[in-house]
C-alpha cells in the first residue's frame, strides 16, 4: 500500500520563521514548536511506508510506528502514559469516518477526561497502520495496545519510547527531546503563532480549570482543541503562499 504524495516544503519555511519567534531563553529545556515535530513523524513514516508487495521488517514497522506516534503527539500533545497506554476499541474509537482518542478521568493526571479528534491528515497513516504494520508487530498475539513493541510482547514501553525519541530528535532534529518536550512544544506553538488564544492549549494539554464543567462541555472543549491545533498548523501552512 503506498501513500499519496505529498509536497511538505511549506514545513520548511514555517518551521523557520516559528523559530525566529522564539525568544531566546536561559534554561536548559529546549524549545520547539509542534511544526517540526510533526514534519519528523511525517518524514519516518514516509521513509518507512511499506511497498506495495514488499516484505515487512521490524525496522520498518517499528519507524513507521515511531513516526505515527510523533506525528500524532504533535497534534494531540497527550502525556507519555496515556498515549502508551492507548487501547484500540477503548481509548481509539471511530464513529463514521472520523477517528477519535477517549481516556476516563480515571486514567488522566488532573483527573480530566479527555476527547480528541484524530487530525483528518492522519487518517491515511493510522489506518495504514491498524491494516498492515500492527498486525506485524502482534505477531498473532493477543492485546489491544495501539504501541506494540517490536521485540517484547505488549505495548511499548516509556523507557523505551524515550531513548526512541531522544535518538530520532537528536539525529534529525539537532535536539534530544523527551516526551513532555512534545506537550511544551503545542503550548510554544500557540503561544508564537496566536498569543491572543493561548487558552486553547490548555484544554490541549487537558490542564486542570478551576471552574465547575459538565462531562459533556469537557467533551466539547477537548475535541474543539485538537480540532484547532489542526486548524492552526494548515493555517501556517497557507501563510507560506502569502509570505
Avoid at 530520532?168 to 511544551?184: A, F, W
Wanted: charged share 25%.
Amino acid at each position: 500500500m503506498m501513500m499519496p504524495e505529498r509536497d511538505w516544503t511549506w514545513l520548511r519555511d514555517i518551521t523557520g520563521r516559528l523559530h525566529a519567534a522564539v525568544p531566546k531563553s536561559t534554561v536548559s529545556a529546549p524549545v520547539i514548536t509542534s511544526i517540526p515535530v510533526l514534519k519528523l513523524g511525517l518524514e519516518l513514516m514516509i521513509e518507512s511506508q511499506p511497498l506495495e508487495g514488499g516484505k515487512l521488517t521490524e525496522s520498518i514497522a517499528a519507524g513507521y510506528r515511531n513516526g505515527l506516534m510523533i506525528a500524532l503527539l504533535a497534534f494531540i500533545p497527550l502525556r507519555a502514559k496515556n498515549c502508551l497506554g492507548l487501547e484500540i476499541g477503548r481509548h481509539l474509537v471511530r464513529e463514521q469516518d472520523e477517528w477519535f482518542i477517549i481516556i476516563p478521568r480515571s486514567e488522566t493526571k488532573t483527573r480530566t477526561p479527555i476527547e480528541f479528534a484524530v487530525p483528518e491528515i492522519l487518517n491515511e497513516y493510522l489506518e495504514l497502520y491498524l491494516e498492515v504494520i500492527r498486525p506485524w508487530l502482534q505477531r498473532g498475539r493477543a492485546g489491544d495496545a495501539l504501541w506494540l513493541s517490536r521485540q517484547a510482547e505488549g505495548a511499548l514501553s516509556h523507557q523505551t519510547f524515550g531513548r526512541v525519541l531522544a535518538r530520532l530528535s537528536s539525529e534529525h532534529l539537532g535536539l534530544r527531546l523527551s516526551p513532555h518536550d512534545l506537550r511544551d512544544a503545542a503550548a510554544t506553538t500557540w503561544a508564537i503563532a496566536k498569543p491572543s488564544q493561548i487558552a486553547v492549549s490548555k484544554d490541549l494539554l487537558a490542564h486542570n480549570d478551576l471552574r465547575t464543567t459538565t462531562r459533556h462541555y469537557n467533551r466539547a472543549r477537548g475535541i474543539e482543541a485538537s480540532r484547532a491545533q489542526a486548524r492552526l498548523i494548515a493555517e501556517l501552512r497557507k501563510r507560506r503562499t502569502r509570505c
